[in-house]
């Protein structure tokens, strides 16, 4: 796609859902002498959304089917209806250290190994281990991941 002389070579976006503050950067308030004096922006930490919360609206320079993107938008739409941030953190954060695997196939003793990091990001939980276990049952009735064997599951496609 062309657009006054710049190729877009790839488009995506980040439902709302994903947008949680560990994914929210405030940039420095503008200066006093700015019309705007003291306005806060904010980036957006991609490395806190997990790839499936990207949505590829054009990749390698070429739109993607509007059904691709529709299927894409409707597998994660359950975490909107999500009252609690904190729950919704919960299964995005369980979903990122599946995807941090980097493998579709993957063992509960891996995620496991995760109990670490998610302790520290939620500190007064002492039942980390249930808790990944918990969400991974709420990523497989979500169709996100697959149940394959005892202890085995397997990321679904993007």
């Known amino acids: 796609m062309t657009w006054h002389g710049y190729i877009v070579k790839d488009f995506f976006l980040v439902p709302s859902h994903f947008l949680r503050p560990i994914a929210i950067e405030a940039r420095k308030p ?3 002498k700015a019309k705007r004096a003291g306005w806060v922006g ?9 790839e499936i919360g990207k949505i590829d ?16 938008w409707k597998k994660t739409s ?3 209806e999500s009252k609690s941030i904190n729950a919704r953190g919960w299964t995005i954060d369980v979903l990122s250290c599946v995807e941090r695997i980097g493998h579709q196939e993957f063992t509960l003793d891996q995620m496991y190994k995760f109990e670490a990091i998610l302790t520290r990001q939620y500190p007064n939980n002492n039942f980390i281990k249930d808790k990944i276990r918990q969400q991974l049952q709420v ?7 697959e149940f394959v064997s005892r202890g085995k599951y397997r990321l679904i496609s993007k």
């Open 42 to 50: 904010c980036n957006i930490l991609l490395n806190q959304v997990p």
């Open 139 to 145: 990523l497989r009735d979500q169709g996100v991941i």
């Open 57 to 72: 609206y054009i990749k390698d320079g070429k739109f993607i089917e509007i059904d691709v993107v529709m299927n894409a």
């Open 30 to 32: 503008l200066s006093s």
């Open 78 to 80: 359950f975490l909107a």
